[in-house]
């Protein structure tokens, strides 16, 4: 059973670009959640795919946007970069309809916007 | 909203010590409440996950406990090791909703 696995692992981006992030979800798995991490805060929920849609959005702009794909894997977009956008990036699988669902993190991507 | 608070945001204690962690959540419709343990600059590895019907989990040296009526999760660690230094955060799912809510976390520090 391999586990979650996301690309790369940092990033270095300057304000107004474009970024995209990917997430292997773990072997198993049809869920993935993204998740951005503030330094000395906790995750903060962006959103959830499930079986290719959306299910569930957290608050923040539709310059963050998602993609999940027939494999289960996952990508997360960000246009417009700001400075805030600087956080760790987390996406977590689970199993929906399974017990029990607990969410499975990847090492995360940080990301550095200047 | 449902609202994590953790507390104390940073502890420290020689190693051997036994020590809880504590959790607080407003809303007390929770489907789960998941443990995890996060090394610097690293992903967050689950400990411990306790659905909205038990009152406890346990997982060698960690014991969760859960008590939905008064907001509170508690996180025990017996024998403490200085491997065990990292941040402690815990998250809650509530019924309907898809995401976890996380505290800011408890960053452990065990001395040797």
């Known amino acids: 059973e391999t586990g979650v696995t996301q690309s790369p692992t940092h990033l270095i981006k300057t304000r107004g670009q474009q970024v995209t992030l990917r997430c292997s979800s773990q072997?198993?798995?049809?869920?993935v959640s993204w998740y951005q991490q503030a330094l000395g805060q906790g995750p903060q929920f962006i959103f959830q795919?499930?079986?290719?849609?959306?299910?569930g959005r957290g608050n923040f702009p539709p310059r963050f946007s998602g993609l999940q794909f027939p494999n289960y894997s996952s990508e997360l977009n960000v246009n417009a970069l700001e400075l805030d956008d600087s956080a760790l990036y987390l996406c977590a699988s689970s199993r929906a309809g399974g017990l029990p669902d607990t969410q499975y993190f990847g090492p995360g991507t940080r990301l550095t916007v200047l | 909203k449902q609202e994590v608070t953790q507390i104390p945001a940073a502890l420290s204690v020689p190693e051997g010590e036994n020590l809880v962690l504590n959790c607080s959540f407003t809303d007390s419709a929770i489907y789960n409440l998941q443990w995890f343990r996060q090394d610097p600059g690293k992903g967050l590895t689950s400990l411990l996950l306790?659905?909205?019907?038990?009152r406890e989990q346990t997982s060698g040296r960690l014991n969760a406990s859960l008590d939905k009526s008064s907001g509170r999760s508690t996180l025990y660690i017996a024998a403490s090791q200085p491997g065990d230094s990292a941040t402690y955060l815990c998250?809650?799912?509530?019924?309907?909703?898809?995401?976890?809510?996380f505290g800011t976390g408890t960053r452990l520090t065990i001395i040797p």
């Open positions: 306790i659905q909205s019907s038990q």
């Open positions: 998250a809650v799912r509530d019924f309907g909703n898809e995401k976890l809510t």
């Open positions: 072997s198993g798995h049809n869920t």
């Open positions: 795919y499930y079986r290719e849609e959306e299910n």
